[in-house]
């Protein structure tokens, strides 16, 4: 597992913040809408919601896929309520969609302060590996991210887990909302 971490004060695991994971929505080039995937790059490329046929979690069955043409592209779940203050983790496993390695990565955004709280983009292969990047927060409100900047090949993400603490704890689909 490879991880980035910033400035953490707790280490205590919390309910998946990320909401349907069990059956991905993905809203398209919308306004940032609570409990839904959304494009959120103007990069140009593929995003869509595909069927996994060999998970790396049992139960996983849907991840998201995205593939850029020229510029990055990313999706995000927006509006996620958090506790100022405390260190939340973000992780995800991720793969490229052929045998070629490709860079992808996955961020925590601060969307009261228009910052990046955390953020990591690494080579990824044809086999799924979880990232994870934590951060304390600086605000209430953040959104996740995952980006692909490959070309040759799209990237597949599942599992996201966006939890109170340190480090990821293993996946679950629920999402519990303070």
């Known amino acids: 597992m490879k991880g980035f971490t910033r400035n953490i004060t707790v280490n205590r695991?919390?309910?998946?913040?990320?909401?349907?994971?069990?059956?991905?929505?993905?809203?398209?080039n919308t306004s940032k809408t609570r409990y839904y995937?959304?494009?959120?790059?103007g990069g140009t490329g593929t995003r869509s919601v595909v069927t996994i046929s060999t998970p790396p979690i049992k139960g996983v069955t849907q991840a998201l896929y995205i593939k850029r043409a020229g510029n990055s592209c990313d999706m995000s779940q927006d509006k996620?309520?958090?506790?100022?203050?405390?260190?939340y983790c973000f992780s995800c496993w991720i793969r490229c969609t052929t045998a070629e390695s490709g860079t992808a990565g996955l961020s925590i955004f601060d969307q009261k302060n228009s910052q990046t709280l955390a953020y990591l983009m690494t080579t990824v292969t044809s086999q799924w590996t979880r990232l994870y990047v934590t951060a304390t927060m600086t605000s209430s409100l953040v959104g996740v991210y995952v980006k692909s900047n490959t070309d040759k090949q799209g990237c597949q993400f599942c599992g996201m887990k966006f939890e109170l603490g340190d480090h990821p704890t293993p996946f679950k689909y629920n999402a519990t909302y303070p």
Do not use: C, D
């Open 13 to 28: 695991p919390g309910a998946n913040l990320v909401y349907n994971n069990k059956a991905l929505k993905y809203t398209g």
């Open 80 to 87: 996620i309520p958090v506790t100022k203050g405390k260190a």
């Open 37 to 41: 995937w959304r494009s959120a790059s």
